[in-house]
Each structure stands twice: as C-alpha cells, then as structure tokens.
C-alpha cells in the first residue's frame, strides 16, 4: 500500500447530455501520484485502482480512473463528501489517498 496527500481543483463532469449525465465531481491527481499509483499494483474495471480516501472528516473507499482526456487518473467525490466538507466546484480539496488490495 501506498499513501499519497496533494490539494487539487474539485471539478465537475461536464456530460454529453446533462440531462442524464448528472453532475459527477472528480478530482484529478497530480501526474507523480498518478504515476506511482500506475505502478504500485492490479487494476480493477476500466483500469479502475482501489483506494482509501480521506477528505477532511470524511473517509470512504472508491477507485480511481485513468482517464485519457485528463492524461491521470481521477477520483470521484460523491455528493455527501462534498456537503460535509464544504467543497464547491473549481475550489480546492485536500485529499489523503492510499491504495488497497
């Protein structure tokens, strides 16, 4: 297992229909821990790594995703993550995130 702790711009998926596309919040992680986080172990679906994510007060177990238009991974963070901590869109999110098996 890895640790890694980076601030990064909370930023909203912009679907190709709103309408069912939802708003999806991510984070992306910088490309070092991006980087490490490739090598350290198996992927799941879609290239999917398993984490454990703490933000604030708040812990949870997600994956992250490679994603091609971003060139990293990102990570989700779900709506009551946002509400607890206080997150808005476009505004900083302090992330604690280690792999697991």
Same mark, same amino acid.
């Given at each position: 297992?890895?640790?890694?702790?980076?601030?990064?711009?909370?930023? /909203?998926?912009?679907?190709?229909?709103?309408?069912?596309? *939802?708003?999806?919040? #991510?984070?992306? $992680?910088? #490309?070092? !821990?991006?980087?490490?986080? &490739?090598?350290?172990?198996? /992927? +799941?679906?879609?290239?999917? !790594? =398993?984490?454990? !994510?703490?933000?604030? *007060?708040?812990?949870? /177990?997600?994956?992250?995703?490679?994603?091609?238009?971003? /060139?990293?991974?990102?990570?989700?963070? +779900? +709506?009551?993550?946002?509400?607890?901590?206080? $997150?808005?869109?476009?505004?900083?999110?302090?992330?604690?995130? =280690?792999?697991? &098996?």
């Amino acid at each position: 297992m890895t640790e890694h702790e980076f601030t990064a711009e909370l930023w /909203r998926w912009q679907a190709r229909d709103e309408e069912t596309g *939802g708003a999806w919040f #991510f984070v992306s $992680l910088p #490309f070092e !821990v991006s980087d490490l986080i &490739d090598e350290a172990g198996p /992927r +799941k679906g879609f290239g999917s !790594v =398993r984490v454990e !994510v703490t933000v604030g *007060g708040s812990t949870w /177990r997600t994956s992250v995703f490679p994603s091609a238009e971003e /060139r990293t991974f990102v990570l989700p963070v +779900k +709506k009551a993550v946002r509400m607890a901590e206080g $997150l808005v869109e476009g505004g900083p999110c302090t992330v604690r995130l =280690r792999t697991v &098996d």
